[in-house]
């Protein structure tokens, strides 16, 4: 064979392997891609099925040691109620059920920080004047509310409102029920007795807390999201993760109506 056959022979060789190396790169990241975006849905799903599989009295309770801790506090305690209220809302997945819904088809940083601010000053208005002010309203009735407003975002992300015809000021019903899911932080922590001296300080280091444990919470749903949004399987999953989490919001409404009603109306 002479020399020019066997130099092209050679370049062919090494153009089909460099071909078939490509050609498995290119499988291997496409398999990473559906994998990681399987996972992403996988994790925003199971938050919205907790709605199902977690008694609604946890959404957003405080109890055990921490609810100790609380009633034998005397004098401002300022650290172990910010870490109370960080974790509060960290593990109050009603909350972060309703954040999930807000956020869900908001792509530019500027609208989440909005409803985000929105949605933060209606619940730190309402959890220091509930508590303050010691306005007392039923827990019961405050939370099937809170649900109910998960099941309004996941509706209006749907557009069932746009098909019925009717518009509604996404800014105002988030600020509004953001006063709502207030009344429900603040109806916890008056069950628990809280003792005037130092009320002022310790009231504030919780909703700080919660305001801290928000931003740890929504950083993560936000980034998730967006990993998501860049994947085909958001486009196939979106209309199935909004009718999971209206129907997670009827659950946690139906729970706590039903034991407002075994409760005596209390």
Known sequence: MREGEVLASRARLRKRSRNRLVRMMRGSATKEAMVK??????????????????????????GGTDAAFVAATHG???????YLGAKHMVTGYDHL????????FLHRFRDVLLYVTLFSLG?????????????????????????????YKAFENLGGFRAMGVSIDN?????GFGLIHGFGLATKLQDLGLN?????VNL????????????????????????WRRTESFGRLAVAANALLFLAGVVL?????????LAGGE
Do not use: C, K, W
Request: proline share 4%.
């Open 123 to 151: 619940h730190s208005t309402t959890l220091l004047a509930g508590v303050l002010l010691d306005i007392n309203v039923s827990s019961h009735l405050v939370d099937a509310v809170i649900g109910l407003s998960v099941s």
């Open 76 to 82: 401002p305690d300022p650290l172990p109620f910010l």
């Open 171 to 175: 800014r105002a019903a988030v600020a």
């Open 196 to 200: 005037p001296d130092g009320l002022l």
């Open 253 to 261: 409404a139906g729970e706590q109506l039903a034991g407002y009603f």
């Open 37 to 62: 975006s399987q996972h992403i849905a996988g994790l925003i799903l199971l938050l919205m099925a907790a709605g199902f599989a977690a008694p609604a009295a946890l959404a957003h309770a405080i």
């Open 97 to 104: 059920l309703f954040l999930v819904g807000v956020i869900f």
């Open 204 to 227: 504030v280091s919780f909703n700080v807390g919660v305001e801290i444990g928000q931003l740890i919470a929504l950083t993560l749903i936000v980034a998730a999201i967006a990993a």
